[in-house]
């Protein structure tokens, strides 16, 4: 921990919560994010497809009309996804919007004309193997403080 830091959890104990100690920063960034990938900026162009299994595998049904109302959050294990989704879904619901979060391909998107954008959550690459080995070792998830 730095000077004036409370220290980190050790790395065998048992705790996991949603990571919000940074919310002053990660929500209005989150919620910019969303509300930038909902409006259809920087996004990919997406050919239109009638693939129904994906939609019913993420829980939603399929439509040919041009109802966009879905951001899908393309979830990479032990980057706080989840509490990133979580975040996200407040975010979204007061918007009208919907999320599927998943593991899986960026091109999923192209498989359901609903899909307004894509969100993609980053982390420090040493954060990030430092998780996932952690995780590996014990099996257990680990809440550590930025």
Known sequence: ARKGEPPLPRPNSHLHTPCRASAMV????CAALLVAAARGLALLPRAPSAVAAVDAAAG????AGPVRDVVYHLHIPKVGGISFGLDASEVLQNRGLKQASREGCFSWQDQNPRVLGTALLLRSPRKHVLSMYDFCLTGQKIAYRD
């Open 26 to 29: 990660a929500r209005p960034l």
């Open 60 to 63: 939603l049904t399929y439509e």
